[in-house]
C-alpha cells in the first residue's frame, strides 16, 4: 500500500486527514499525526497535503547512524524505536518535510501509508494505492 497525493487543488485545509491519523495512533487533537496540510500562500493559492513520499531510496533511513529507519516494501521507511536516540537527522534529510515530530518522546513519526487518513478525506485529495 502506498498514501498518493492526487489532486492538491482539491484540498481545502480542513485537517480531517491529520485528525483522522491522529486519532488512529490513539491521541486526540493534532499530537500524533505523521500528515500535514500547509497553507501554499493562503485561500487565494490554496494548501499543500505534506506526507511520506515513499521513496524508493529514502533519505531518512540513509542517515540514521543506528539504522532505526528500515526500509519499507513499497517504498519510505518503518521506525524501529528501540533503536532511535533522536538524534533528528532524519528530519533533515527528508526532502519534503515528511518526518514529523514526537515531541514527548524524541523520536520521528513517518506515515506508514496505511491509508486511514485517505478513508477520511472528504474531497479524494489523497489515495491509497496497491504498490
Request: proline letters at 7%; hydrophobic letters at 35%.
Amino acid at each position: 500500500m502506498r498514501l498518493n497525493v492526487v489532486d492538491t487543488d482539491r484540498c481545502v485545509g480542513c485537517q480531517v486527514c491529520m485528525f483522522a491519523c491522529s486519532r488512529l495512533h490513539g491521541q486526540p487533537g493534532l499530537g500524533a499525526n505523521r500528515i500535514a496540510v500547509r497553507s501554499a500562500g493562503g485561500m487565494e493559492r490554496g494548501f499543500v497535503a505534506v506526507v511520506c513520499r515513499a521513496c524508493a531510496d529514502p533519505p531518512c533511513a540513509a542517515v540514521c547512524p543506528n539504522d532505526a529507519l528500515a526500509p519499507r516494501k513499497g517504498g519510505g521507511v518503518l521506525l524501529k524505536p528501540d533503536l532511535c536516540t533522536g538524534c533528528g537527522h532524519c528530519r533533515t534529510a527528508c526532502p519534503v518535510g515528511a518526518v514529523f515530530w514526537d515531541e514527548k518522546d524524541q523520536k520521528p513519526m513517518i506515515c506508514v501509508h496505511c491509508g486511514y487518513c485517505a478513508r477520511h478525506c472528504p474531497h479524494e485529495v489523497l489515495a491509497a494505492e496497491e504498490s
